[in-house]
């Protein structure tokens, strides 16, 4: 480091000495590197008031925080900066070191100029050694002059001062010597104010902290949707929050330090800071706003020192969670049917019901085990909507209405790019879209066994990698799957993973079908008949449920979908030939008979005839498959089963 000239200077450390002599300067650049103090600068100013303060001013402006100076000079930059300062104050045993030297046999009067009052220490010193001294004070560049002239006047012989004193001194002939700080003061300066300067910046930190804490409490409090309020151990408000004041209809610097009660009297708080015990999720009822109230004491060491509270307005609460189902409608993301949708009293259903309501109650993998046409996703809903994740999405994908090479990138989407004809952005696949609620797997058992894989891995590590993409993205989902196959008896053919198979398989549900529901058939085909044109018309209806007793033991394969197909004829026929003169023959296709068991002939039959379609409609699927008088996801899948490709 060097003696920096403060005219020069645009930036300067936090400390620096500002020396009133070239000697000091140099002394105390020595000790500073001799100490290897860090970051302390040295500047000299050392002619008069003037230059000093505009030194001061400069050091300030350029970063300086503080200052070492000695006494006359610390009084400027006090007066004219903010600046902390720390005085280089000459100790007793200077001042005998200058007297050995100078003054001692001096014979008459020594005067001593400074900027205060002389250390009665000093003074006393001299009387015992028998030296005659006057003390001269000054207060300005200007004064000095006048001291020195009035000591010479007295008969002064010798005088002791400092840099402003020595030239006036020296200009009227009265012999001067500058007190010089010692080696110790210096070290005892630059400690001190590196001390002092750790300090600020600790306090510094420690205020910067607490202000932006404060600031933070200070958003929340302004900025929540919920009003608080706060009161101290004497039950007086000391917070109010703008939500608060606008439910009681005050204002918070009319009602902050008034008791609680004469602002709110049925807040109950003062109850609570007596008892100590928490209240949640309390009604209560504010002018005219019906509220959700939490009251929490505020414990300091055991000590109750206040009560907190929060209050919901209950009608915004209820728009709110309107607001979220509408936007979750309109994705599609939500479950529409509850346990109460479910039709029918036989014995079957209704256990069914029970068992599958005891399930909404865990967070375990559900399989549903049905027919065709049994109800699997109105279960599947049901269970969500009776579970804590009631509020979150609810996401079904058909596995078997998917191709294999696309149901990967539908499970846990894609990044842009992955494929041709990804879209540009990339997309969400239905995990991440039902984060925090439920995925339902519809069909599981189509799954290919390369995406069972991953699917297993999704399951085990609660997160997913989207298609072309390397970030790993955690996912909170319920599963429930559903089929209509034995997956049991898949996993022992090689066709469906043993491990994925009891990952599903946690909790299972088997549904009845409708042949062994017994007068469930009725009450469900009434009510799919009043949905109908006509189909609240009581004698339209009293004709339907003859037509359903004469069908008899019908076994009703599609179930609940056949039964809608028959339900529909029906209405159809009645209306445009005559309720009366419809018979079941009219409408039935198939009669009462065995289930048709799976033959080789039969498989072969199905074969040539998908084949057939798919040659006569080479570009749409939808067509081959109204051709065969089947829907798009029935013919997948018998695609799948048979490994026939498009």
């Known amino acids: 480091m060097e003696i920096l000239n403060w005219k020069d200077v645009q930036h300067v450390n936090d400390i620096c000495v500002m020396a009133p002599t070239l000697q000091l300067a140099e002394k105390a650049e020595m000790l500073i590197k001799q100490e290897n103090y860090q970051n302390i600068d040295v500047v000299v100013a050392a002619s008069g008031r003037q230059e000093t303060v505009k030194c001061a001013q400069t050091l300030a402006a350029a970063g300086a925080e503080i200052i070492i100076t000695r006494k006359g000079t610390r009084r400027i930059v006090e007066e004219v900066t903010n600046l902390k300062v720390v005085s280089l104050n000459n100790p007793l045993s200077d001042y005998l070191w200058m007297l050995k030297e100078r003054g001692l046999h001096t014979p008459g009067l020594i005067a001593f100029f400074s900027y205060d009052p002389m250390s ?121 929050n703008p939500p608060a004041e606008r439910i009681m209809g005050c204002r918070a610097a009319d009602s902050v330090g008034q008791p609680v009660e004469a602002v709110l009297p049925n807040t109950l708080l003062p109850d609570v800071l007596e008892s100590g015990e928490k209240q949640l999720d309390q009604i209560m009822q504010i002018h005219q706003t019906l509220c959700n109230t939490n009251r929490i004491p505020i414990l300091v060491d055991g000590q109750r020192r206040g009560v907190v509270a929060t209050f919901q307005d209950v009608k915004q609460l209820q728009n709110s969670e309107q607001k979220i189902r509408l936007k979750l409608h309109e994705k599609g993301l939500v479950a529409k049917y509850a346990f109460n949708d479910i039709l029918g009293d036989s014995p079957a259903i209704r256990s069914t019901i029970q068992i599958a309501r005891s399930y909404a109650a865990s967070r375990a993998s559900v399989l549903i085990l049905g027919e065709t046409g049994t109800g699997k996703e109105l279960f599947a809903q049901s269970i969500h909507n009776a579970s804590d994740r009631r509020d979150g999405p609810f996401v079904a994908i058909n596995c078997a209405a998917v191709s294999n090479s696309l149901l990967e990138s539908e499970l846990f989407g894609y990044e842009a790019g992955s494929f041709t004809g990804a879209s540009r952005g990339g997309r969400e696949g239905v995990f991440e879209l039902a984060h925090g609620g439920t995925l339902f797997l519809d069909e599981i058992g189509e799954i290919p066994r390369e995406t069972q894989v991953e699917l297993l891995r999704v399951l085990q590590e609660k997160e997913i990698r989207r298609v072309g993409g390397s970030r790993v993205i955690p996912v909170d989902v319920r599963i429930i799957a559903a089929t209509n196959k034995d997956l049991l008896q898949e996993t022992v053919e090689g066709r469906f993973r043993e491990d994925l198979y009891y990952r599903l398989d946690v909790l299972d549900l088997k549904l009845p079908p409708l042949r062994e529901r017994g007068d469930d058939v009725k009450i469900l085909g009434l009510h799919l008949f009043r949905q109908l044109p006509g189909g609240k018309d009581p004698i339209m209806q009293s004709q339907f449920l003859y037509l359903l007793e004469q069908v008899g033991p019908y076994q009703w394969y599609g179930n609940i979908r056949e039964l809608q197909n028959f339900v529909e004829r029906a209405n159809i026929l009645m209306r445009n030939a005559g309720a009366s003169s419809v018979t ?62 498009r």
């Not at 409408?587 to 289930?595: D, G, T, W, Y």
């Not at 040539?608 to 379609?613: L, M």
């Open 120 to 240: 009665s220490d000093i003074l006393q010193m001299c009387e015992m050694l028998e030296v005659q001294t006057k003390n001269y004070i000054f207060k300005s560049f200007a004064d000095c002059r006048g001291c020195v002239e009035r000591a010479l006047k007295d008969g002064a012989v010798f005088s002791v001062g400092g840099a402003w004193t020595d030239p006036w001194a020296k200009r009227l002939g009265l012999p001067h010597v500058i007190v010089e700080n010692s080696v110790e003061t210096i070290l005892n300066a630059l400690e001190s104010a590196t001390q002092l300067r750790r300090v600020q910046v600790e306090e510094a930190e420690k205020q910067c902290l607490f202000k932006t804490q404060s600031e933070m409490y200070q958003a929340v409090l302004d900025f929540t949707h919920d009003a608080i309020l706060a009161i101290d151990e004497n039950g007086r408000i000391q917070v109010l």
């Open 584 to 645: 079941v023959s009219d409408i039935l296709r198939r009669r009462a008979e065995p289930a048709p068991e799976p033959c080789q002939e039969t498989e072969s039959r199905d074969r040539r005839a998908i084949e057939a379609a798919l040659h006569n409609h080479p570009g749409s699927m939808a067509d081959a498959a109204r051709s065969l008088g089947c829907s798009r996801q029935t013919l997948w899948r018998k695609m799948k089963k048979y490994g026939i490709q």
